[in-house]
């Protein structure tokens, strides 16, 4: 009876210490939310990853900022709070992409000018190209301002000077 009670006491003590591996993440361990919200963020030790993919051996920076990115999620702030959290102790510069409001917004739409831009340029120079006259032969010959007898004397020479 004693050994039973024994038993079932160090059971319940067992699943008494595993509860808290259950409930919140293991230090280093990320929320798939905390995940989420990192990917939106570039680590700041000059490495240019993404903070939740920052390879860094020791990167002490990094390691940081996920923790105090898992702090706050665990606490339920909004990810805008975190947002503004992290810009105000890093700047803009955390973004790992540009917000689509205010002049970022330019940063996203210039490629799309400049696709607009090119293609109106090359089918300006090919419609320009497609109106002038084709010469060809005799009228390229007058066209040009040399004669016959000079065009056939350089062909000759030139055939001359390049044979082997």
Known sequence: MIKTRTHIFLLLLLMLASVPAFVAPVAGQQTDRAKQIGGKFMCMCGC??????????????????LKELDVAVARGDSENTITQALVQEFGTKVYA?????????????LPGIYLFLGTLLVVAVISRWRKQPV?????????????????????????RETQD
Request: glycine letters at 8%.
């Open 97 to 109: 992409e540009p917000p689509k409001s205010g002049f970022s917004l330019v940063a996203w739409s």
């Open 48 to 65: 240019n990853q993404v903070l939740t993919q920052c390879n860094h051996v020791g990167c002490t920076v990094s390691t940081s900022m």
């Open 135 to 159: 010469l060809a032969g005799a009228v390229a010959i007058q066209a040009s301002g040399i004669s016959a007898d000079l065009l056939e004397r350089g062909r000759a020479r030139a055939a």
